[in-house]
T-cell receptor
Framework: AQSVSQHNHHVILSEAASLELGCNYS??????LFWYVQYPGQHLQLLLK??????LVKGIKGFEAEFIKSKFSFNLRKPSVQWSDTAEYFC????????????FGTGTRLLVSP | EAGVAQSPRYKIIEKRQSVAFWCNPI?????LYWYQQILGQGPKLLIQ????????DSQLPKDRFSAERLKGVDSTLKIQPAKLEDSAVYLC?????????????FGPGTRLTVT
């Protein structure tokens, strides 16, 4: 069965530090990849997605992610975090065939201290 | 554009009781999803509707959970009877299949506590 692993469950950073959150998936076929974010008290919302083409994907609020097919990874990065980036981040994967469901990782809770 | 609406936001029930959740998707979104998010885990898909038809309910515990979307718009998810392990946030999401976008828009969720 498809699975998604997020290795960091909790991350604490100071403002201006660089961020990288890991995401690995276990499916060998063509996939669509997503990062969702949930700010405190708010809904889950899409941060960025990869379907095809350039493996370096730019998202909202300065986030980017790189798809490395050989490593089955889709890590999220931001060069300089802000206090407002405090949130929970979820990686999700969908097989690129038909009505395949979105499978989420367990999430990484990021706390940015001012 | 109004977002996905869910009610109630919070519900506390005793085990073996019944509970129902309601979802109103974004207008025009044909696809509707119900997810269960247990504390410390990511959302897990329970059921997916395309208009009023079920596309995937493989992870829905059908002995106690049921869901319907009779007119292809609003949806209800019911648990009868509830167990302690059903304590979770129940998320509804919708998607506009036109244009090929796969973005799902999530509602605020219903936090269920079973005591």
């Amino acid at each position: 069965a498809q699975s998604v692993s997020q290795h960091n469950h909790h991350v604490i950073l100071s403002e201006a530090a660089s961020l990288e959150l890991g995401c690995n998936y276990s499916y060998g076929g063509t996939v669509n990849l997503f990062w969702y974010v949930q700010y405190p008290g708010q809904h889950l919302q899409l941060l960025l997605k990869y379907f095809s083409g350039d493996p370096l994907v730019k998202g909202i609020k300065g986030f980017e992610a790189e798809f490395i097919k050989s490593k089955f990874s889709f890590n999220l990065r931001k060069p300089s975090v802000q206090w407002s980036d405090t949130a929970e981040y979820f990686c999700a994967v969908k097989k690129n065939t038909g009505f395949q469901k979105l499978v989420f990782g367990t999430g990484t809770r990021l706390l940015v201290s001012p | 554009e109004a977002g996905v609406a869910q009610s109630p936001r919070y519900k506390i029930i005793e085990k073996r009781q019944s509970v129902a959740f309601w979802c109103n998707p974004i207008s025009g979104h044909a696809t509707l999803y119900w997810y269960q998010q247990i504390l410390g885990q990511g959302p897990k898909l329970l059921i997916q509707f395309q208009n009023n038809g079920v596309v995937d309910d493989s992870q829905l515990p059908k002995d106690r959970f049921s869901a319907e979307r009779l007119k292809g718009v609003d949806s209800t998810l019911k648990i009868q009877p509830a167990k302690l392990e059903d304590s979770a946030v129940y998320l509804c999401a919708s998607r506009n299949i036109a244009g090929g976008s796969y973005e799902q828009y999530f509602g605020p969720g219903t936090r269920l506590t079973v005591t």
